[in-house]
C-alpha cells in the first residue's frame, strides 16, 4: 500500500492481511472467556462472527517499509467495500461492488475507473466475504494475552507471532460478549512474505507497523458502483 495512486492500492491491500483487514483475531462466543478456552478456538468464533456479521467500518494508519505511512478509512459488507485512503497528499477512493473494483483519484485524477481484472482480484480483500477467508488463512502461532479496557470495554487479547505465510506479529482485541466483535488490531512487526494475491498482497514496500479501531457492526450499509466509470480494459488500440 504506497505511493501512486496503484501504490496506494497496495498498501491498502498489504493491511488487509493484518486482519481484515487479513490475519484477524479471535474472541469467545460467550460473555467470559472460559479459562482453558484456546487461541485456537477463540480465532475460531471470531471468524464465524465475521463470516455472519452484515457490515463493518475500520479505520486507522499503516507505516511501511519505505518510510510512508497510510491513513485508512473502510466500510465493508460481506460482498462489497469503499475505501478513503490517504498518503503525503494524495487521497485515493475505491469502491467493490458488482463484482468489479473501481478507483478515483492519483494518478487517475477526479473520475472513476474501472480497475483490470488482476487489481480488482487483491481490491476484494476488502469485502468482509475475503477478509474471513484471509483470516483463516494467513496467520502464524496464536497465544492469549491479558484482557484489558478500550473505550471503556474489556477485551480480549489475542497475540498472533506473524509467522505464517503473509502473517504479521499484531495483538487484537475482542470483545468478550457475543456476538465476537474486534476492536482494535496493533501491528507490531513487518510481514512475513509468501502472502496471497487474493488476500491483497502485491510486490513492494510492506507495512511495518500499524493501529486500526473498528466500530459499526451490523448497520444498514448500500454499497454501489459508482455511475459512468471509464472502462479502460474496454478500450482497444
Known sequence: ??????????????????????????ASPSPKLPPAASADRLYADYLAALRAARSEHYAGTVAFSDGTSVSLDVT?????????????????EE??????????????????VVLPPEEARGAAALTMEREA??????????????????????VATLVDDGRGAGAAPQSSYLTLDAPVRLVRVVQTGPQSDGGSA?????????????Q???DRFDTPVRI???????DPNAQTA
Do not use: K
Not at 500500500?1 to 496503484?6: A, D, E, F, G, I
Not at 459488507?77 to 497528499?89: E, I, K, N, V, Y
Open 1 to 26: 500500500m504506497t505511493r501512486t495512486s496503484r501504490a496506494l492500492l497496495a498498501v491498502v491491500a498489504a493491511l488487509l492481511s493484518l486482519p481484515g483487514c487479513g490475519s484477524a483475531p479471535a
Open 76 to 92: 465493508a459488507t460481506q460482498t462489497t467495500a469503499h475505501l478513503l485512503a490517504r498518503s503525503q497528499g494524495i487521497s485515493v
Open 95 to 112: 469502491i467493490v461492488a458488482g463484482g468489479r473494483a473501481f478507483q478515483r483519484g492519483g494518478s487517475h485524477g477526479p473520475d472513476w
Open 133 to 154: 477467508e484471509c483470516a483463516a488463512r494467513e496467520h502464524g502461532t496464536l497465544h492469549l494475552g491479558p484482557r484489558t479496557r478500550i473505550g471503556g470495554r474489556l
Open 198 to 210: 487474493d488476500c491483497g498482497h502485491q510486490p513492494g514496500p510492506v507495512a511495518i507497523s500499524a
Open 212 to 214: 486500526v479501531d473498528y
Open 224 to 230: 454501489t458502483p459508482p455511475p459512468n466509470p471509464t
